[in-house]
């Protein structure tokens, strides 16, 4: 846990940082505190690269039009192995489903549009990627 507000943090524990991102304002919330959402397990399979771990790479649901992101498959409520990213505890409206990783490293990223639903099994595909890209992409969220 990290507490608020959030400064920012890095993709890599490589000394040089792949990708580093920084919050002018960032806090922890109880995210479905205004949504009243019902709650699924879901299985996002990522395609494109090999060794997808938790090592090497985060994912977030960022729930479109509410301004919050969730932290998917690294917390209590999940994992990331083996190129597939599980999550018992999913909001069920839509979402971007985010992946970000560092492998050999190259910097990856990529993201699908869902509705998650109960025991849905989706597939991401990332692809290598420039930090400007990545920003971009983020952005596009919005």
Known sequence: FVISPVGGFNFTSSPDSIYIINCDSLGWGNADVFMSPTYVPCTFTVNGASNVSSANTKAYCVYDGKNTVWPSGG????????????????????????????????????????????????????????????????????
Do not use: R
């Open 75 to 142: 917390s209590s409520y999940g994992s990331i192995s083996n190129n597939v990213i599980t999550d018992q505890h999913i909001a069920s409206i839509p979402i971007h489903f985010l992946v970000i990783s560092v492998i050999d490293n190259t910097l990856y990223a990529g993201s699908t549009a869902v509705t998650p639903a109960l025991n849905g099994n989706y597939p991401v595909t990332i692809a290598p990627i420039t930090k400007e890209s990545l920003d971009a992409l983020i952005l596009s969220f919005h």
